[in-house]
């Protein structure tokens, strides 16, 4: 199962698979304590994540299982509950149908395909922009994304 067959496979908008969203309010790494709670920013390495914060902010928390792009276009699949830097770009991608580890790994991967070699510094990712891009997937008999294929790829790898 490792070669993918694409012959299935089918265009989806970004927005008809998931709420795009920006976090509110104005977190700040360097203003804020030291805890057990990721703190996403824009980034290449460890999924984003530019410093552990305490939960003694007034700022919503981002539900687990959602994926971020930041505004150079890296994506990042994210299983728990995580806060986010505003004045960093970072576009929040809520999925309108839930998704475990092994779909967010698998979609992630192919929007980080589409958007890395798109956006840039001179030409950033907004959630405007990303909510039109068209990613390709494998779909099932209905026409709709084909979860189960994408888990089964994902837990094989």
Request: charged share 25%.
């Amino acid at each position: 199962m490792n070669k993918i067959d694409t012959k299935s496979w089918k265009e989806f908008k970004i927005e008809d698979l998931f709420y795009v969203t920006l976090p509110t309010g104005d977190l700040q790494a360097q203003k804020l304590n030291e805890g057990n709670i990721p703190l996403v920013s824009s980034g290449k390495i460890n999924n984003g994540i530019c410093k552990y914060i305490s939960e003694e902010i007034d700022e919503k928390i981002i539900d687990e299982n959602t994926l971020t792009v930041d505004m150079f276009g890296k994506v990042f699949f994210h299983s728990y509950k995580y806060y986010a830097v505003s004045h960093g770009r970072v576009n929040i991608l809520i999925p309108k149908q839930p998704v475990n580890q092994y779909q967010g790994l698998y979609i992630s991967r192919i929007i980080e395909l589409i958007t890395l070699p798109k956006y840039s510094f001179s030409e950033m990712c907004s959630s405007n922009k990303l909510k039109k891009e068209i990613i390709y997937l494998p779909s099932n008999d209905f026409g709709n994304p084909d979860f189960e294929y994408m888990e089964r790829y994902m837990k094989n790898l």
